[in-house]
DNA sequence: TCTTGACCTTCCAGCGGCTGGAAGCCCTAT
DNA sequence: ATAGGGCTTCCAGCCGCTGGAAGGTCAAGA
């Protein structure tokens, strides 16, 4: 398989492919003519990288992930380890961006925008104290 | 002023803020020993990018609210219309890590974490069709 | 006066995770 | 023979800093 059939298959741009190939997350033999030919495996190991990085893991616990994934012996622990932190992560995230949502929300709502120049946002970022 | 201490003050580490000039967000006057002189106005420009960066503001769009903020002529309307887009992303990345956090919290409660290989985790994440 | 140490300067490189573009080879169809 | 698409490599850039090296400056203390 060429790397064209396998990005629309993945879902992924071939660039990212072949990025994930410099950075050792994927290792395709390759054919005669140097073309990149992607086996089964191969695929898979895309696949998954996919959902995972579509879950927000970072390619280094994608990493670790597809690691763990090949080893038969691993403990679920371990991986639920790595889910479970990134979970909290991700809480967070969205802790930050609900206050920020929050913030904005009003100022928007305080807002008049029409074409006077007051404005209770910019104000409010220049508020001197708090 | 010196950088140290607008650095202390707009709770912002002076690395950032030589960025900050580099870039052409701020234009400090220098003393004679080449150090950078900040004048009240560069601490409230200072003061208020931190403020617009922490609620997620880009830096071009701190650009234009600044250049918005020193324009006595500026309709409100320009200023409200940065805002309520970028509250829009906001609110579109907490759609989209909601989702996420959805799924893993799944994921994670469906795993046992312990020492056995069985892992949901990583079943769903090779799964083969959806 | 000398030294220490905190502060300041510039410059260069790197983070993550791609993405764009140039230059050139390969393959298939007409 | 040629046109087109797909493939290759390599280099540079995105954002917003951040770290570190190498060196100048300043105030306080011995």
Redesign the pocket.
């Known amino acids: 398989m ?4 396998v ?1 629309s298959r993945a879902g992924l ?4 492919i ?2 994930y190939e410099d950075i050792g997350l994927i290792r395709p033999a390759r ?6 030919a992607f086996r089964d495996t191969d695929m898979h190991k895309l696949t998954f990288v996919a959902r995972a ?1 579509a879950l927000g893991f ?3 616990e994608c990493r670790t992930l597809l690691a763990l994934w090949e080893d038969r012996e691993r403990a679920s622990a371990d991986v639920r380890a790595i889910a479970s932190d990134h979970l909290t992560r991700i809480e967070e995230k969205i802790v930050d961006l609900e206050a920020m949502r929050d913030t904005l929300r009003t100022l928007v709502a305080s807002c008049a925008g029409d074409d006077r120049p007051d404005c209770p946002i910019l104000s409010s970022l220049a508020e001197q104290e708090r």
């Open positions: 060429n790397i064209g059939e990005a741009p071939a660039k990212t072949r990025y054919d005669a003519n140097g073309y990149r990085r970072s390619i280094d």
